[in-house]
């Protein structure tokens, strides 16, 4: 099954939490105890989401971590795909030793 670019999840934040909610990457830092810096490079999607920003972000938006790791997640693996392309790999199987 072919997978679209996902969007980084630093947008998704944008989108769907700061500007509904009218929120500023200052506040959001504030909230979640960390440097402006930090939120304004996930935002921007120079750094992902982290167990930890997961955790926060959780928190702070009453999600789940499991939901900013999974976007995390997804936006890496497609990612990786582009990188790599069609690998050209056997699967492995089982041998019976030799006797």
Not at 14 to 21: D, R, Y
Request: charged share 15%; aromatic share 6%; hydrophobic share 40%.
């Amino acid at each position: 099954m072919e997978m679209h670019n996902p969007a980084h999840p630093g947008e998704i934040l944008k989108e769907l939490c700061l500007i509904p909610l009218n929120l500023t990457v200052t506040e959001v830092a504030q909230t979640l105890g960390v440097a402006r810096k930090t939120v304004s490079e996930l935002v921007n999607g120079k750094a992902g989401v982290s167990p930890e920003m997961a955790i926060r972000l959780s928190k702070a938006f009453r999600t789940t971590p499991v939901f900013w790791m999974n976007l995390q997640l997804q936006y890496d693996l497609w990612h990786a795909q582009q990188k790599i392309g069609d690998l050209q790999i056997e699967p492995l199987t089982h041998t019976a030793p030799a006797t």
